[in-house]
Structure formats: C-alpha cells, structure tokens
C-alpha cells in the first residue's frame, strides 16, 4: 500500500499544475501541508477485493477522490471562516476568499480532467457525487424542519457532505481494480457508512482534541454555530445540571469568553463519550457490509480501517 501511495502522491503533485505559476502555488499550498490520504487509501485497498488491484486506473481514481476532496477544503475554510488546515494557514487566511474559492474551482476542474480518462460512468458518479457533496454543505447552513429530528437533519447532512465522496472513493476502488458487481455494491455501502462515522469522529476531535493534534482550530463549529453530533446528544440528554450550557448554545458563540467556557463544559458532558459509542456502533455497522468478502488480509485491513476512524485521535 506504501508503495502505491507513493505513487499517487507523484500522480497528484504532477496534476497541480497550471500554466500560472501562482495558481500551482495556490493549490499545493494544502496538497503539501500533509493530509490523511484518507480517500487515495480507501480507493487503493478497495482495489484489493478486485483482480487487477495494480491497474493505472486505480491510481488515477485515488488522484480523483483527494482533488475532489482538496477542492472542497479550501471552499469549505472560506464558509466556515477558518484560519488552520492540516497545520498550515488555510488559503482563506493567507491570500483571501477569492484566491481560496477559485483555487478550490481549478482543483475540481482538474479532478474532473482525469475522470473523463475513466469513461463515461466514473464521469457520471463523480457528478453525482459533487451533488452529494454541494447539497449536504448546503443543508448545514438550513435548520432542519419544525417536524424533522434535528439528530436525523444532522445524520443526512454529514452522509451528503463526507459520505458521498468516501462511498465513491469505495466504489471507485472496487470498480478499476475488478471487483464483482456485488463487492462494488457492498463496498459502496461500507464506504458510505465509514465516511459519515469519519466525520462524526471529526465533530468530536473539533471538541475534543488541541490544535496541535489536529492542525485546526478547535471549536470551529461551535463558533460557527453548526450543531454537530455532541451538541445534539447533549441537547437531547436534557440534564437538569446543563442550564448554562443550553444557554450558551442557544447564544451567539463568536465571542471568546462564552466559546471557551461552553467548549470547556461540553468537553466534559457525557454526550462526548456517547457520541464515541455511536460512531463505534457505525463502524460495526459498516464492517458487518464487508462479508461477502473472503476472509484474510484484505477484509481484516478493511475492518481496520473502519476501528481506526472510529476510534482516531488525529
Ligand atoms: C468539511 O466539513 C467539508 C466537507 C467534507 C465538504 C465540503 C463541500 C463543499 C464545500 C462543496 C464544494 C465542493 C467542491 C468539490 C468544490 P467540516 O467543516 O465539518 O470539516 P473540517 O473540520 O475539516 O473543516
Ligand atoms: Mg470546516
């Protein structure tokens, strides 16, 4: 897997490139500061269940998934005003919104460049999956329905922005490495699922976790009033001891006084351990997906994953 990793990465300085030298800049600026390869691994070991794991299609697949991904990085850092990414400053931060917004567009455009060299299907899940992708970013700035679980609202919003592209990440592996039908389907499901338990897990390190661990600012969402899994749980555990932090939720938290003391009381509210026994519960939800896999080193790497982004520190 190192070895192909490696690859992609070669692939993927070589597909940032533009004839201005200062958009090349722009968009190595968050390729170069680091990054989990979260997806390109995804892809990669996908490719495994299949019989042509080695195909050249899969490294141009995995070069897809993280561009698609990059790109909304740096749209996403312009709607939630965010200073750091991957321990670096966003590019928001560094040169302004514009820059940010059609570096994010250049990256996209390259990503569906190389799509096309995967034929006319992988053209069309890659445009459902931007769909997906746009609608779920989308939802989470709109407050869910009088009637609608605001739990449900937020599950659907994370499926749309960060599950799409890790099911497609699954598929994509599946599909050029020549995997069957039925492992593409299964693999699909076990990615979308996998995907939405990674970003739960994120809305609990933007919680929990320093920025020295995560390389971003903590409690971004909470300043952006973005009411993610441990603020639901919370809200819903309905204690009588959680008056001040209701009313801190309830209150405009960009001011820095009540951010630190509502991140400071959430971090010890047990809705935080409750959120991590959900996303546990999600990645045995996915690996249950995997069995119609063979058993051995593919499935187990597999099931690995989805532990690791369940129970991820970084
Ligand atoms: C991170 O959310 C954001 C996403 C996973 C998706 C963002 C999608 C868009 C901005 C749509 C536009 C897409 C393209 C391809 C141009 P987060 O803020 O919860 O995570 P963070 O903690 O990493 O910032
Ligand atoms: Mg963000």
Redesign the pocket.
Known sequence: MQSRLAEVEAALDGHVHSRAAFVTEAARHLMEAGGKRFRPLLVLLAAETGDRADSADVITAACVVEL?HL??LY??DV??E?DLRRGADSANSRWDNLVAILT?DFL?SKSSELTADLGRDAVRIQAQT?TR??EG?IMETVKPGDDEDPLDHYLDVVAG??GSLIATSARYGARFGGATPEVEEALTAYGEIVGSAF?LS?DIL?IASESRESG?TPG??LREGVPTLPVLMARAAGRPGDARLIELLDSDLTDDQRHAEALDLLRKHPAMDEARRYVVARAAEAKARLEVLPAGAVRTALESFADIVATRST
């Open positions: 698609t790109a909304s749209h996403d709607m939630d965010a994010g996209f931007f992708l746009v970013q922005k960060t970003q994120d933007d971003k971004t969402d």
